[in-house]
């Protein structure tokens, strides 16, 4: 449970330091006066770096101990915020708007590989502490809850800068407090134990480990030592079945969360004042919650056959979808509410187990299991192949939306889902 604990505050922190800059967006506007292409800009840098960085970060898991490497992210992640309040506080930008511009985007270029570590190198540490039998048969129960981390951070950097604001205090603290939080989570990570074999506990894993040494020092003779396993190189990671299956498909889950996550608010607005708006919109977020423990939990009493149940899931976002896509414009606030929350459960689910119980399961394939070091490559392989091409997608939303309306935007990325899983699907 500790290692539940730590990881999930560790992620937690990750969303409430990722989250608190967009909460003063408008201030850092208004205030420091930074462009809007300006902010935008850092959204594109922070969102290459950050594809980059998961893939990147699995393998690092692997390789280097995990919980030093999850720290380091945290400790990189508030020292990035700090450096953006020093930029503020001395007003960078009104000494010079090029040496202002270009450092908040350096500082946000660099925070984009640190906040990617959380992903692949929690689920990593999860999956050495939680593979006993029993934890295996629950394991879509156990990431479902766990994966609530993202959505509670996000919660709770509105809820910090709606205090910080309605204090009166000067905006930064905003960026300053997750700053300290997630510098003061990074020492508590780094006391975390990575792997139960480090405290001689015996697990599923560690015995298959333990019976192919002996078999090895029976071959070889009794000077093999343990070095334990190796990390798996990507193209090992790849050839492990549906690998490469889930990584690309991956990105139009992550296409539709994204489309929906940052374009709801700017069409809800044109159509309710802003407070409704951010009401309605909210709603989705909270149903994404819910769908990651819904799926788990019925994936877990089929066996584990969860790619049978997000093909369900799948199945039934693209109905709403389409219902959304022709009615939108003409529902009101309560009818929206609750679609909103249904959507939300829907891409949820599928979204937050892929990257966590469907990752653990793929890393446990016979093919590695008890010779390689596979989740944190696995989990980063399939986050970060998902972000590239879900931030490529995102760039047809403004053209679909000037050529087509907003009918097409609802249905392009599902749309584009369906079309690839009838072609090639998901085998449990």
Known sequence: MVGLFVTFGGYF?????????????QQLETQAGYNPLILSEMD???MGTYAAG?????????????TTVLA????????????????????FLGFSVTLGNFFIIAVYFLFGFFQSTGGPVGTAVMGNWFCDKKSVENRGLIFGLWTCHQYMGDITAAICTAIVLGAGLP??????????????????TMRLIPDPADMGIITPEVRIRMEKLAAKRAEQGSHVVDEGPAPITYMNALRIP??????????????????????????????????????IASLYSVGMMPGGIIVGVVSDLFGGRRASVIGVFMSLLFVFLFIFSQKSEELTAIPLLVMLGIMGILVGGP???????????????????GNNKSLGTVTGLI????????????LAVGPLQSAFGWSSVWLFPHGMHLHWNSSHGFKD
Do not use: E
């Open 13 to 25: 922190m990750s969303h409430f330091s990722r989250k608190c800059y967009s909460t003063v967006k």
């Open 44 to 46: 594109t840098v922070f």
């Open 54 to 66: 998961n893939i990147i970060s699995g393998k690092l898991g692997d390789t280097f101990n995990p």
């Open 72 to 91: 380091i992210g945290l400790f990189g992640s508030g020292i990035c915020l700090f450096l953006i309040n020093v930029s503020l506080w001395y007003d």
């Open 171 to 188: 905006y930064w603290w905003a960026l300053f407090i997750p700053a300290v939080c997630n510098f003061s989570w990074g020492f508590l």
């Open 242 to 279: 549906m690998v490469a299956q889930y990584a690309f498909a991956f990105g139009f889950f992550k296409l539709t969360n994204y489309v929906l996550f940052f374009w709801l608010p700017y069409f809800l607005g044109k159509h309710f004042d802003p407070v409704t708006a951010n009401l």
């Open 351 to 369: 979204n937050n187990i892929i990257t966590s119980a469907v990752a653990a399961d793929l890393a446990s394939h016979p093919s590695v299991r």
């Open 383 to 394: 986050n970060g192949c998902g972000s590239i091409t879900a931030s490529i997608g995102l």
